[in-house]
């Protein structure tokens, strides 16, 4: 006879960086050179992310990320 065993679950611990709102990352992102490297990092995991989206073609080659992100991924300075 099989008697049912509860799965025990270790707790989700999160991997990475600490979780950031939009609302920080778009604040950021008006002065592309005040990105800390970690967020730099995540967004240049997402431009990675976007070329694959991008060659699957048609409709999903115009797909791009914004200027200022592209800044902020470079570590533009802004004004100075």
Do not use: K
Not at 6 to 19: F, I, N, V
Not at 26 to 42: A, D, E, F, I, K
Request: aromatic share 4%.
């Amino acid at each position: 006879m099989l008697i049912p065993q509860m799965a025990q679950r270790e707790p989700r611990t999160r991997q990475g960086s600490p979780r950031v709102s939009f609302a920080e990352l778009r604040r950021n992102l008006t002065r592309p050179s005040s990105v800390c490297g970690g967020h730099r990092q995540r967004l240049l995991e997402l431009a990675q992310r976007l070329s694959r989206v991008q060659g699957l073609g048609d409709e999903y080659a115009r797909v791009d990320l914004s200027d200022s992100v592209w800044a902020s991924i470079r570590g533009d300075r802004v004004g100075g």
